[in-house]
């Protein structure tokens, strides 16, 4: 099989190389920086370029721009892919991809599936894809009504052999429910924890709870917005959340209420043993 | 030197460890529970048990209860003391033990330590101590006016046997201000993070970012509280801090203002990138 992967960031790098790894599927690469083309040649993540014009020879695309760019590039080149391929975004909102893209290309003859590689650095760029960084994570496909079981069987094969350590099948409007929480909501409250004064004096005073909290503080604001806003209501939800909890332990520390205060915690700490359990 | 450790759970139970396994000195332990101290004699962590009518045995006593024990603890006790001797607590709140025990062990002849062993982990209790919990950590020693050379020299020098890889002198009440950040803060918010009714969903959808921010969720809530409500100015500074920081990303979130979300996240990343090079 010809697959095309557009754009050699992060994650279609790292999809390059684990399917070179991995499978002897032929691997194409499309990216607008040249430099990144001969640096993923080299390296041997992909066996060549491929032109857009050329499109119609992949049996699959993988498209790994960020969400918006993704949708733009589907719709834009929608004439140049085969008839019969298989078309996957990355996006890490599923939604609205699938919304959009499900029955378009479906009214072109072509098959269409949503999954999101559940895997992800603080660093962006071809330079920090590896084809390990799919080790043991979660691949999800949000299949719809239009969905071949054909073109499920083919991505399917691809995740495990590109070494995903679990394959998860749910709704698009289930997965950005649950990945605004498991997610989204952690990069949005790292990247507000570093923003204290007290961050001056941190060295010295830091140990694992501090650099788990501020880990994922590093991200691309670019993408993460982009995530962010196309998952408003899931995200907000979420934030109204643990703003409202937040605020049952201020109260409680205002108050000096111990028993309020040992409470709420011991309510954390047994919901977090029973997560871990499962 | 004749060194008594008073409560042997995660903390007192590593030091034992860590001096027996370093340096030479008799370490002698105290425990409520008859268990653990047959368990600590079996495994070698103390040389002996150690009674309260003979703490005029020891040179110097560690005392690792928790804060408010710590106190009563000291000056319940404060007659048995050798005169002479060093008295170190190992809260993870200062000002409050130090403001009470300096003076006070001070008229006595005693000499007072206040330390703050930054070295945890997620469980508590004798049977998780481990001296490699020390490795690389900091010891953080707060001195006053009151503190001897030959205290300060005799304890950091145990502290360097004992494997922390830095010795940091502060004062009571900066290192509460610090502490508040960089870890009552974390604990309060992996806490109140994992108290989504979207927990049910999380199996499948999580990758680092929420076992990162939720590591921490699980802790002892009674240390917590009252190392939370000795603090509550500080931790109250913080915590406002970040209910702050997430709204301003929340109104953004509604507005829908990708340029604003940009700019906060941009702020953020580029703050975590500034720390990460100190």
Known sequence: MKIAVIGLGLIGGSICKALKLSTSHTVLGFDTNADTLIK??????IDGAIDLADLKEADLVFV???????????????KKFKKGSIIC???????RPVAILDQLLRDEGINYLGTHPMAGREFSGFDFSDAGIFNGASFII????????????TVRNLANQMGFGKIVLTTADQHDKNIAFTSQLAHLVSNAYVKSPSLKNEQGFSAGSFQDLTRVARLNEDLWTSL???????LLFELNGILNNLNDYKRALENEDVETMKKLLAEGRKLKEEADCL
């Open 40 to 45: 993923a040649k080299d390296q041997v993540a």
């Open 64 to 78: 790994c721009l960020h969400p918006e760019a993704t949708i733009d590039f589907v719709t834009s080149h929608i």
């Open 89 to 95: 975004d990355v996006s890490g909102v599923k939604s």
């Open 142 to 153: 949000t299949p719809t009504e239009l969905t071949s079981l054909e073109t499920l069987d």
């Open 228 to 234: 962010f806003i196309m998952n408003k209501e899931s």
